[in-house]
């Protein structure tokens, strides 16, 4: 199966800041592949779809970018809100797998 | 607006079987694909089954292969997860998940958890 890595595990972040995560893919998915966000206590959300497609509900500081096995979710000027973990997902093939997520936490 | 709403989690010692039911509101689950994903905070999240709401395919992850089946069920507008020889990991919230494409966006149920334990 395909392994999503992402990095880093813990990101401490002021607001304001560009926040820039990571996900690598253990081979080529195309740009068949996601962004989640997931607050506490709550299901994720999504949040990229087809790596670089903000879904709905989403403000624009949010873009996802990359394709292959390479993938970046940047978040312009993080606002206390943006703060959750943020999962990668592939969906090129069965099983469809996540990365283990990129917790952001307030500096 | 879009709802989805899990029901049948509860307790169950290894080897037992229990039915996990999403139901829809607002959109009918016939013309999407539904899917079951399961999370805990060791393992993370795991895409679990995919099932077309025409139930003309299926998809299990390697790991609950011929023991989880999905299936439809048009009359409550739901789609169910039986789950059978249950293990002890597969203790785990499950959630039910949609995508519409129409909207840009998914919709998840808020989760029901299965805990599987002697």
């Known amino acids: 199966e395909v392994v999503m890595m992402q990095s880093p595990v813990t990101l401490s972040v002021s607001p304001g800041e560009r926040v820039t995560l990571s996900c690598r893919a253990s081979q080529s998915v195309g740009n068949n592949m996601d962004w989640y966000q997931q607050k506490p206590g709550q299901p994720p959300r999504l949040l990229i779809y087809?790596?670089?497609n903000r879904a709905t509900g989403f403000p624009a500081r949010f873009s996802g970018s990359g394709s292959g096995t390479e993938f970046t979710l940047t978040i312009d000027s993080l606002q206390s809100d943006d703060l959750a973990v943020y999962f990668c997902l592939q969906f090129n093939e069965w099983p469809f797998t996540f990365g283990q997520g990129t917790k952001l936490e307030i500096k | 607006e879009v709802q989805l709403v899990e029901s049948g989690g509860g307790f169950v010692q290894p080897g037992g079987s229990l039915r996990l039911s999403c139901e829809a509101s607002e959109i009918n689950l016939y013309y999407y694909e539904l899917d079951w994903v399961r999370q805990t905070p060791a393992r993370g999240l795991e895409w679990v089954a995919r099932m077309w709401g025409h139930g003309n395919q299926k998809y299990y992850v390697d790991s609950v292969w011929g023991r989880f089946s999905v299936s439809s069920d048009k009359t409550r507008n739901s789609v169910d997860l039986q789950m059978d020889s249950l293990r002890v990991e597969d203790t785990s919230v499950y959630y039910c998940?949609?995508?519409?494409?129409?909207?840009?966006?998914?919709?998840w149920g808020p989760g029901t958890l299965v805990t599987v334990s002697s």
């Open positions: 998940r949609v995508w519409v494409r129409e909207h840009r966006r998914d919709y």
């Open positions: 087809t790596a670089s």
